[in-house]
């Protein structure tokens, strides 16, 4: 079993930064995309289908972004693939979401396969931007 645990959330003033980590335990996984997910208040009932991609990265350091954050933040892991990380700059209010991480085995060609691709997800960790 794989488990996958966000933390580095909390409450920030628009302009701030934060620095999400994602830590993988139990079995060596060896996942050839892992990425950033986040879902909007309210949309918690729609479990995949309501996260907005965010960032991905694959196993050979190639890395994806939605337009809404390119240039803001930045996915990075640990060399041993164990940890993953979201910096995120100049963060906006409408960053104010529950931010998810997961893994699977490929990133898709779109955001919506590529979520439903994943195959290991966290619990969330909440961030809130406030104006």
């Known amino acids: 079993q794989v488990h996958l645990v966000e933390s580095g959330g909390g409450l920030v003033q628009a302009g701030s930064s934060l620095r999400l980590s994602c830590v993988f335990s139990?079995?060596?996984?060896?996942?050839?995309?892992a990425g950033w997910f986040r879902q909007a208040p309210g949309k918690e009932r729609e479990e995949v289908a309501g996260?907005?991609?965010?960032?991905?990265?694959?196993?050979?350091?190639?890395?994806a972004y939605a337009d809404s954050v390119k240039g803001r933040f930045t996915i990075s892991s640990d060399d041993a693939k164990n940890i993953l990380y979201l910096q995120m700059n100049n963060l906006k209010p409408e960053d104010t979401a529950m931010y998810y991480c997961?893994?699977?085995?490929?990133?898709?060609?779109?955001?919506?396969?590529?979520?439903?691709?994943?195959?290991?997800w966290g619990k969330g960790t909440l961030v809130t931007i406030s104006s």
């Open positions: 997961a893994a699977g085995q490929g990133c898709a060609g779109n955001w919506y396969q590529t979520a439903y691709g994943m195959a290991h």
């Open positions: 139990g079995y060596t996984y060896n996942w050839g995309c």
């Open positions: 996260r907005e991609g965010v960032a991905v990265i694959d196993s050979a350091g190639g890395t």
